[in-house]
């Protein structure tokens, strides 16, 4: 008896195993496509962009900030009340930099553009869901990614074993920052593995580095895992808790709010520097605005893409402590070695204009509302010999800095 109640409970096991996993993998089908659902609201038109992606025009109202509560009686601020001063003085100067930006786009534009009155919204595939740990977890950033240069009051942690992720930046801190400016060099780093991304970016932050840290931030990056290829895209990321359960990339959770029909956040920018040759960068801009407390974003000189509203902030519902500009790619150390992804131009800094990348005229927004120059620039990198950074100033570009490197290299390992 005893050996036929083992055979039936072995029988048993090898039959419904099988029917256990697939149970498992219909449940997370059935939790990808509401998901999807929920990301991808219906459309007014659709365009197929060269490089695969699919932008839907979505009505400005149905866009995914709007399924939160919160949003329920939110009336969209159509434009900011107020730009910062010195702005469009500074735009008509740059317009007349013989090496300033060259005209840049999104793959997108060449196929079509966006109704007024909708938004265009990068469409998210299944294999994009999938490729996430969980889908708790798709457009979110690890909790611990963020660059934490040293302070008198903190001495340096241990980054590069503590986390993988690796920084070159520029930062300062100790004031009250309303807003910053950038305009970023754009290049395709390469990635060696596809869960390591590149990026460069500007950081709007308040609050503790540990647990409520409040974040805004923009630019670009090459992220394989969250995209499924090894373009250079737009991105946009917050957050209120440190990374922990609040914020995400671009529209991939309620919070930002866009308003611009020409700009789709997380879609391919065109062109792309190359080495020794053209140069292209983009512009960025957060600032809060003074009479509603939103936090607006502008891309180039002629693009107000939304706004982050200042509910979602708790320290940032005032002002920011400390404005970070730079690069930052993962280092897993597959191999046991340092990683070869490349950050910025994937060229130390000593490179140069047209070889190595650079983030230029970089400013702040004071409590006046006016942009200027930052005081007391401070350099942050972990690992110089992987990635380093250099400051510079001029009339031109103002204050500046050459960014990057190879990665592993003879004196990385």
Not at 46 to 61: E, F, L, N, T, W
Not at 240 to 264: K, R
Request: charged share 20%; net charge neutral; glycine share 8%.
């Amino acid at each position: 008896m005893k050996v036929e109640l083992l055979i039936f409970c072995f029988i048993f096991l090898f039959t419904a195993a099988p029917l256990i996993g697939t149970t498992a993998a219909a449940r997370r089908n059935l939790e990808v496509k509401r998901h999807l659902r929920r990301l991808n609201k219906p459309s007014l038109k659709s365009i197929k962009s060269p490089d695969g992606d699919v932008i839907d025009c979505v009505h400005m109202s149905h866009q995914p900030a709007f399924d939160h509560p919160h949003f329920k009686n939110h009336t969209i601020q159509m434009r900011p009340s107020y730009h910062p001063e010195g702005l469009f003085r500074q735009t008509e100067k740059v317009s007349k930099n013989e090496i300033g930006p060259k005209p840049i786009t999104q793959m997108w534009h060449m196929k079509g553009r966006c109704p007024e009155g909708t938004i265009p919204v990068r469409r998210t595939r299944k294999s994009d869901i999938f490729r996430a740990s969980s889908i708790k977890k798709y457009g979110k950033k690890n909790k611990k990614s963020l660059p934490r240069p040293p302070t008198s009051a903190a001495p340096e942690p241990d980054l590069i074993n503590q986390n993988g992720h690796q920084h070159a930046i520029a930062y300062v801190e100790g004031g009250q920052y309303y807003g910053a400016k950038a305009t970023i060099n754009v290049w395709d780093p390469k990635i060696q593995q596809p869960n390591e991304f590149s990026l460069s970016q500007l950081w709007i932050l308040g609050g503790s580095f540990a647990s409520d840290l409040n974040s805004i931030e923009a630019g670009w990056q090459v992220s394989p895992d969250l995209y499924g290829d090894n373009n250079t895209r737009l991105f946009t990321y917050w957050t209120s808790d440190a990374y922990q359960a609040t914020g995400c990339y671009n529209l991939l959770c309620s919070g930002f709010i866009q308003i611009s029909n020409e700009i789709a956040m997380g879609a391919s920018i065109f062109p792309i520097s190359s080495y020794h040759s053209s140069q292209y960068d983009i512009s960025i801009l957060i600032w809060k605005d003074p009479k509603e407390g939103n936090w607006w974003m502008q891309f180039g000189n002629d693009y107000v893409l939304g706004y982050w509203p200042a509910f979602l902030f708790s320290y940032l519902s005032d002002s920011a402590s400390m404005i970070e500009w730079g690069g930052e790619v993962v280092n897993s150390e597959s191999d046991g070695e340092h990683t070869t992804t490349q950050m910025g131009s994937g060229h130390f800094p000593d490179e140069g204009f047209g070889k190595a990348s650079y983030i230029r005229n970089i400013q702040v927004v004071d409590e006046s509302n006016n942009l200027r120059a930052p005081k007391d620039i401070d350099v942050f990198t972990e690992q110089s010999s992987c990635y380093d950074v250099r400051l510079g100033k001029n009339g031109e570009w103002g204050n500046f800095f050459y960014y990057g490197g190879p990665g592993r290299n003879p004196n990385c390992q």
